[in-house]
């Protein structure tokens, strides 16, 4: 399935994947049989970015469905631009915190953040404000600005993309978490959950080379899925991407 054919995908099934599982989100997370009247997909609106995260994922069983006691955890948010907050750029700090926060809760060993980013890695984690609020939760922010930290991975049902390398600390972490910020994107159009995924990878231009909407669904391939994706949709970044970016905060649609 490429990702034109997701997005249709899940256009029509948008109503059903708030009760079910269904084919096209496969793609998005490591598989888990859901029992009862448990869903996997959950929206929240109305809120703090923390308060919503505690809310949605009451409403998916708590975080000890994702997380088990004991285990490795990477939490991969969009880090990107060297960019304040306010400007929402970035995954907002105080979800990525209280993502963190719960992982250590459930009982995680350690929780491990970065992003592969485009600016400079480490103007990008002090002013998102994600390190401060990443480590003052007890996460070890790592870099990712070296092709030592990756180890190549094929990917065998990848039409465009069919190999690449994937950074380390997603590859021995037993679980991570994908926390993408809704935006704009003026080569996707759309960023949220599957594009977030090129913040794993070293070598992202071959993506704007090679179809990038291709690889971007080709990326989604890969076998070491996050095991839960939380959309940061407090701020809208409504055109231009993350250059004199033009954004939006409804306090009646956070979400």
């Known amino acids: 399935m490429d990702r034109r054919d997701f997005l249709r995908a899940v256009a029509v099934a948008g109503t059903a994947m708030s009760i079910r599982r269904v084919g096209a989100m496969d793609i998005l997370t490591q598989h888990m049989d859901a029992a009862g009247d448990k869903v996997d997909l959950v929206a929240v609106m109305g809120g703090e970015p923390e308060e919503m995260f505690r809310s949605g994922i009451e409403k998916l069983g708590g975080i000890k469905q994702f997380v088990k006691a004991g285990q490795k955890v990477v939490v991969k948010p969009n880090i ?26 459930a009982g995680a060993k350690e929780v491990k953040v970065f992003d592969h980013t485009c600016d400079e890695w480490t103007k990008c984690y002090a002013n998102s ?20 930290y990756y180890r190549p ?20 972490a037993d ?18 959950s599957m594009k977030n995924l090129m913040g794993i990878v070293w070598n992202r231009r071959y993506f704007h080379s090679h179809d990038l909407q291709q690889c971007i669904a080709d990326i989604c391939t890969l076998e070491k899925k996050p095991m839960l994706n939380v959309v940061d949709a407090y701020r809208l970044m409504k055109t231009n991407e993350n250059h004199s970016a033009i954004f939006r905060q409804n306090p009646k649609r956070k979400t």
């Open 129 to 148: 404000g994600i390190k401060t609020a990443a480590e003052a939760a007890g996460a070890q922010m790592i870099p990712a600005h070296l092709e030592s």
């Open 175 to 192: 679980v991570w978490i994908n926390v993408p910020v809704l935006k704009h994107h003026g080569g996707a159009n759309l960023s949220i």
């Open 80 to 105: 990107g631009w060297d960019r304040v907050p306010e400007l929402a750029g970035d995954s907002n700090p105080k979800l990525v915190a209280e993502i963190v926060k719960q992982c250590f809760a």
């Open 153 to 172: 991975v094929t990917l065998p049902h990848g039409k465009s993309l069919k190999e690449t390398k994937i950074h380390e600390a997603i590859l021995d």
